[in-house]
């Protein structure tokens, strides 16, 4: 029996809970934290049970009955605040909304995607305002005024035919221009 057993089994003597406490902690801590983490198999998670547990047996130190060492006791409170822990509501939703999160996807990427997106949109219209007048002429009436070949033609009296070569010569000059930029 150690030194803090004799303290608690002879309780009857005036003692400081305190310093009782304390020695629990120093004496017991990491093994209460490590069992604490077989539990819930999170390090912060454990180490604010581990508090939580030795605020419980402070407070609960006049029911221990001495029918045990102080340490059996000690893991007891630890093993049944862990298993309050894991029923509770807070865990459940906890884990419930990480499980949740998994499934949605990072909103991380979706910025990654939206800046790679908005440069190569960016380098694009660069690319196109670079492009020769009559080849700029048909890829914009074409591309961002969504008009047919037809209506194009009416608007610069050019051939149809003449419009889909130009506007063929125009896609390889910004392809070349888009691979040379990757």
Same mark, same amino acid.
């Given at each position: 029996m150690n030194e803090l057993e004799h303290v608690v089994v002879s309780k009857e003597n005036v003692i400081d809970k305190e310093q009782?406490?304390?020695? +629990?902690?120093? %004496?017991?801590?990491?093994?209460?934290?490590?069992?604490?983490?077989?539990?819930?198999?999170?390090?912060?998670?454990?180490?604010? $049970?581990?508090? %939580?547990?030795?605020?419980?047996?402070?407070?609960? +130190?006049?029911?221990f009955n001495h029918q045990s060492s102080i340490k059996t006791w000690l893991y007891r409170v630890a093993s049944n605040h862990c298993k309050d822990y +894991?029923?509770?509501?807070?865990?459940?939703? $906890? +884990? $419930?909304? %990480?499980?949740?999160?998994?499934?949605?996807?990072?909103?991380?990427?979706?910025?990654?995607?939206e800046v790679i997106a908005k440069s190569e949109e960016a380098s694009l219209t660069n690319a196109v305002m670079e492009l020769p007048i009559q080849f700029r002429e048909v890829v914009i009436l074409h591309y961002y005024e969504e008009l047919h070949l037809n209506e194009i033609s009416a608007i610069t009296s050019v051939n149809v035919n003449t419009l889909k070569t130009r506007l063929k010569r125009a896609r390889e000059i910004l392809k070349a221009y888009m691979v040379e930029e990757v």
């Amino acid at each position: 029996m150690n030194e803090l057993e004799h303290v608690v089994v002879s309780k009857e003597n005036v003692i400081d809970k305190e310093q009782l406490i304390q020695e +629990l902690m120093n %004496e017991n801590g990491d093994a209460v934290l490590h069992l604490v983490f077989t539990y819930v198999k999170n390090q912060t998670i454990a180490e604010d $049970l581990t508090q %939580e547990i030795f605020i419980k047996c402070y407070e609960k +130190l006049e029911q221990f009955n001495h029918q045990s060492s102080i340490k059996t006791w000690l893991y007891r409170v630890a093993s049944n605040h862990c298993k309050d822990y +894991l029923k509770s509501w807070h865990y459940r939703k $906890l +884990l $419930l909304n %990480e499980k949740i999160l998994n499934y949605i996807p990072s909103k991380a990427k979706d910025v990654e995607v939206e800046v790679i997106a908005k440069s190569e949109e960016a380098s694009l219209t660069n690319a196109v305002m670079e492009l020769p007048i009559q080849f700029r002429e048909v890829v914009i009436l074409h591309y961002y005024e969504e008009l047919h070949l037809n209506e194009i033609s009416a608007i610069t009296s050019v051939n149809v035919n003449t419009l889909k070569t130009r506007l063929k010569r125009a896609r390889e000059i910004l392809k070349a221009y888009m691979v040379e930029e990757v």
